[in-house]
């Protein structure tokens, strides 16, 4: 059973910054990307950040340059460094490992940033 417990949401003001951490437990082999989604109320959930295995990174056009995306692979941790928060940046965020073979989905948490 793989689980993935994600950290870090909560409620920030415009320009502050948070930090979300999730990681992966259980029978979990082969990774190929970390990554981080969010669905903003609305809109259909989109890619924010993505990590390979290799270290490649991915950040999305709106959060290129304010959010940061690493992981720790020894712990099967991924995290995100949001900082500049803005108030568009208001959602659910929601982790996700991908393997050879399978793709898993954290519960979510919430980010709420106020203006």
């Known amino acids: 059973q793989v689980q993935l417990v994600e950290s870090g949401g909560g409620l920030v003001q415009a320009g502050g910054s948070l930090r979300l951490s999730c990681a992966a437990s259980g029978s979990i082999f082969g990774i190929n990307a970390m990554g981080w989604y969010r669905q903003i109320p609305g809109k259909q959930r989109e890619l924010v950040a993505t990590?390979?295995?290799?270290?490649?990174?991915y950040h999305a056009d709106s959060v290129k340059g304010r959010f940061t995306i690493s992981r720790d692979a020894a712990k099967n941790t991924v995290y995100l460094q949001m900082n500049s928060l803005k108030s568009e940046d208001t959602g659910v965020y929601y982790c996700?490992?991908?393997?050879?073979?399978?793709?898993?989905w954290g519960q979510g948490t919430q980010v709420t940033v106020s203006s």
């Open positions: 996700n490992v991908r393997t050879r073979v399978d793709n898993y």
């Open positions: 990590v390979t295995s290799g270290g490649n990174t």
